[in-house]
């Protein structure tokens, strides 16, 4: 898959990424899991509805493998979680 967005991540460390929704009425959010895999997320950040911002903490992730972020309301909305 080919990602247009992409977030760099320390690898083995908890980490915050902040969000903004700027979609009026329209809800969104960050999910991750592992590339290739689907079903539960290791993940799952709160639900936002129009003009928002929060903070989500994110547990470590394994350095030894490739994630995905992605809107757990909409499957189009995907991007790349790049581990340093």
Known sequence: MSYT???L???GVA???????YD??????IAI??????GTPLFNGEHLTS???IDYEIPALDATKS????????A???GAIELE
């Open 9 to 11: 991540v320390m690898g």
């Open 51 to 53: 003009p928002a911002e």
């Open 5 to 7: 967005a992409r977030v």
């Open 24 to 29: 009026a009425g329209i809800p969104h959010n």
């Open 15 to 21: 980490t915050e990424i902040s969000f903004s929704n």
């Open 33 to 38: 899991r592992e590339v290739g895999t689907s």
């Open 67 to 74: 994630y995905e972020f992605f809107c757990g309301l909409h």
């Open 76 to 78: 189009n909305m995907v």
